[in-house]
């Protein structure tokens, strides 16, 4: 799903759906709201929609109806913003990403963040394009990185490479948001000309680097971080994610068909007590056999 920016056309139209100077396209009556700004659970609340976007939420909904308005009354029903996936291969769910969109839609995921790897490890730069297309028609957003290391590692053997050339030519994209995991941590910290160039690439069109940090601790973590890689979702330990958070990493927690290593990571938040903002909830794999 691609969703414009706000632009003066949209915004005028907004401020006047919630004026009801225009009508709503939709209104959800009488829901049971879940608030996450102020760790609330709100009852009674309507939410007016205009071509796709929320213009209003509060009790009285009535000067956005109009004969056109869709109503659904949602009495005894929590709304609640749609769960975002923090990092996820698609491939590995054995779909598209229309079909994994319609797989996952109806129990709530209504965005994730993607690494289409496998594709790239077979198709390279097309198969990443042949991805973004497809993302851009799906029911959920779908936030593309581009693949940073394929082959995973000098070592793999795989159907295409993605360079530094691919992967700056990728980043380009309009459609793509960041530098997908840095798994070649090694490489990071000998300072391989490829792959810090692709990080250069990143950075210098404004776009996340995503990274992958199995164990890496003390001196070698600090270092893998100073490359300007913000983020990891290989922590299996508490205390991993702990050292990630206090140096300014966005932390994920996994919970996965191939790794399921909440059970412990959650006990950063449980006995460790840190607070939550640096933390996130992630997939990385799901096998529809699991």
């Known amino acids: 799903m691609y969703i414009s920016e706000l632009n003066a056309e949209i915004i005028r139209e907004l401020v006047l759906t919630a004026l009801g100077k225009l009508k709503a396209d939709l209104v959800l009556k009488n829901a049971s709201l879940v608030n996450v700004y102020t760790s609330e659970v709100i009852e009674n609340v309507s939410i007016g929609i205009k071509n796709g976007r929320i213009a209003y939420v509060g009790g009285n909904v009535e000067h956005l109806i109009g004969s056109s308005t869709r109503v659904i009354d949602v009495k005894g029903m929590y709304v609640t913003p749609g769960f975002m996936d923090s990092h996820i291969h698609i491939e590995s769910s054995m779909l598209t990403p229309l079909g994994f969109s319609e797989a996952v839609l109806p129990h709530g995921t209504t965005a994730v963040f993607v690494d289409p790897h496998e594709i790239a490890n077979v198709l390279g730069v097309k198969g990443v394009e042949f991805f973004i297309k497809e993302a851009l028609e799906a029911p959920i957003r779908i936030f593309i990185n581009v693949p940073s290391c394929v082959p995973s590692t000098p070592e793999d053997t795989t159907g295409a490479i993605l360079g530094c050339k691919e992967v700056e030519h990728l980043l380009k994209n309009p459609y793509t948001i960041g530098l997908a995991e840095v798994m070649d941590f090694y490489g990071v ?98 096998n529809p056999y699991n």
């Open 189 to 286: 910290l000998a300072l391989r000309e490829d792959i810090i160039r692709k990080i250069e690439a990143a950075h210098k069109l404004g776009k996340v680097v995503d990274g992958h940090a199995p164990s890496l601790s003390g001196k070698y973590l600090q270092a893998y971080i100073a490359a300007g890689i913000s983020s990891d979702h290989e922590s299996i330990e508490a205390e991993e994610v702990i050292e990630k958070a206090r140096l300014g990493m966005y932390v994920m927690l996994r919970e996965g068909s191939a790794w399921r290593d909440l059970a412990k990571t959650v006990k950063a938040i449980t006995e460790g007590k840190i607070d939550t903002r640096m933390l996130l909830l992630t997939s990385d794999d799901r």
